[in-house]
């Protein structure tokens, strides 16, 4: 069983469109609407890679380069 949701959860969504049975398979979004979405899951990804980075060794740069040639080889 399949559960709807209702067209107003959907805040961006200018128009669906279904299948032969009335599945949702791709919505139409206003082009500004979809550039404010793509900001948001990378800001979302941005902030999770320095959550991450908080907790990893500081380096200086002579360390960081040293290791980066270090992973290339």
Excluded: C, H, W
């Amino acid at each position: 069983m399949t559960q709807t949701i209702p067209a107003e959860d959907y805040p961006f969504v200018e128009e669906f469109l279904t299948d032969n049975s009335g599945q949702i398979r791709r919505v139409v979004l206003q082009i500004d609407d979809y550039r404010r979405l793509i900001a948001a899951i990378e800001d979302e990804g941005l902030y999770k890679a320095m959550q991450l980075g908080r907790e990893e060794k500081r380096l200086d740069l002579s360390a960081a380069l040293q290791a980066l040639a270090d992973d290339e080889s």
